[in-house]
């Protein structure tokens, strides 16, 4: 079983900054694709942004390019995402995912098969 814990969720206002962090246990996050959603209250979860299992592709929604940025730490099976120039619309809980699977397929399927954390809680008040 592959556990995956955010950290690092809090209130901000807009313009600033947060860095979360999804620390994980097991072997796993060294093979898995990983990736970023959100949820806001009401809404559907929506794809954040994702990084392949060596880091070196990287995919990102329109709503936050130039904004976040996604990586990974395998020595500390850690990963990351910096959120920059936040916005009252990136209020949302915030989950990290692990796939097993090639990262456009998971991608393409919203991390269907892959195992999910509890969230994080973001709030930017304008």
């Known amino acids: 079983q592959v556990l995956l814990e955010e950290s690092g969720g809090g209130s901000v206002q807009a313009g600033g900054s947060l860095r979360l962090s999804c620390a994980t246990s097991?072997?796993?996050?060294?093979?898995?694709?990983m990736g970023w959603f959100r949820q806001a209250p009401g809404k559907e979860r929506k794809f954040v942004a994702a990084?392949?299992?060596?880091?070196?592709?990287?995919y990102y929604a329109d709503s936050v390019k130039g904004r976040f940025t996604i990586s990974r730490d395998s020595a500390k099976n850690t990963l990351y995402l910096q959120m920059n120039s936040l916005k009252p619309e990136d209020t949302a809980v915030y989950y990290c995912?692990?796939?097993?699977?090639?990262?456009?397929?998971?991608?393409?399927?919203?991390?269907?098969?892959?195992?999910w954390g509890q969230g994080t809680q973001v709030t930017v008040s304008s």
């Open positions: 995912a692990a796939d097993s699977r090639d990262i456009i397929v998971a991608v393409t399927t919203d991390f269907s098969l892959g195992s």
């Open positions: 097991g072997r796993i996050f060294g093979s898995s694709a």
């Open positions: 990084i392949s299992w060596s880091g070196t592709s990287t």
